[in-house]
Nanobody
Framework: QARLVESGGGLVQAGASLRLSCATS????????MGWFRQAPGKERELVGAMLGGEDRAHMGDSVKDRFAVSRDDPRNTMYLQMNNLKPEDTAVYFCAARVRNTIVFTPAFWDFWGQGTQVTVSS
């Protein structure tokens, strides 16, 4: 059974950096799209960034592309989200997700596997 486990969230001040990790087990995602979503209170879950299996380039959302970066270490079954210059509006629960298909879609319902989420809180 596939499992995704996020770690690395926490409470930081504006301008700080955090790196989130997503460790996978139970299934190989080497040829699958993987991504990071976030959901702030009262808002819809949104795609922050994602990578296709077998590619080195991350696809980042416009609101974070100058500050955040997604990377994958497939031999270690881990995906990362490096977040720099954090802002209070980045406060959310961050989820990692994976798809069976190697395509990136914005709609959360079309992602097949999810972690439990990790809270990121940025104070001003």
């Amino acid at each position: 059974q596939a499992r995704l486990v996020e770690s690395g969230g926490g409470l930081v001040q504006a301008g700080a950096s955090l790196r989130l990790s997503c460790a996978t087990s139970g299934r190989a995602f080497t040829n699958s799209a993987m991504g990071w979503f976030r959901q702030a209170p009262g808002k819809e879950r949104e795609l922050v960034g994602a990578m296709l299996g077998g590619e080195d380039r991350a696809h980042m959302g416009d609101s974070v592309k100058d500050r955040f970066a997604v990377s994958r270490d497939d031999p270690r079954n881990t995906m990362y989200l490096q977040m720099n210059n954090l802002k209070p509006e980045d406060t959310a629960v961050y989820f990692c997700a994976a798809r069976v298909r190697n395509t990136i879609v914005f709609t959360p319902a079309f992602w097949d596997f999810w972690g439990q989420g990790t809270q990121v809180t940025v104070s001003s």
